[in-house]
């Protein structure tokens, strides 16, 4: 098996929700995502008043999926979350 590529997608709660970007990572989101073939694992960090979720994936591709579910709206989404940015890292 290869070593997938990591996925680091940053967010952070919008202001006053932290509760809910919380309960919508932790019970729907994150559940969701795993359940996608070719999810690996997940992780989230916390910095301050900012998170890293790391995404081990099989292939760039799956990446994409993710994405591509996210914008048609089979992954739910929350009002409680601003996206901050996401980097895909491929091994050398």
């Given at each position: ?14 202001a006053?929700?932290?509760a ?16 996608i ?6 992780r ?6 900012e ?33 901050r ?8």
């Open positions: 098996m290869s070593e997938g590529v990591l996925w680091l997608v940053r967010s952070a709660p919008a006053g929700r932290e809910g970007y919380h309960r919508w990572y932790d019970e729907v989101h994150l559940p969701e995502v795993l359940a073939p070719g999810v690996r694992s997940a989230r960090y916390e910095s301050g008043d998170f890293l979720a790391v995404y081990v994936l099989d292939s760039p591709e799956v990446a994409a999926e993710v994405g591509r579910r996210m914008r048609s709206g089979e992954l739910a989404g929350s009002d409680a979350v601003e996206p940015g996401s980097e895909l890292w491929t091994p050398r």
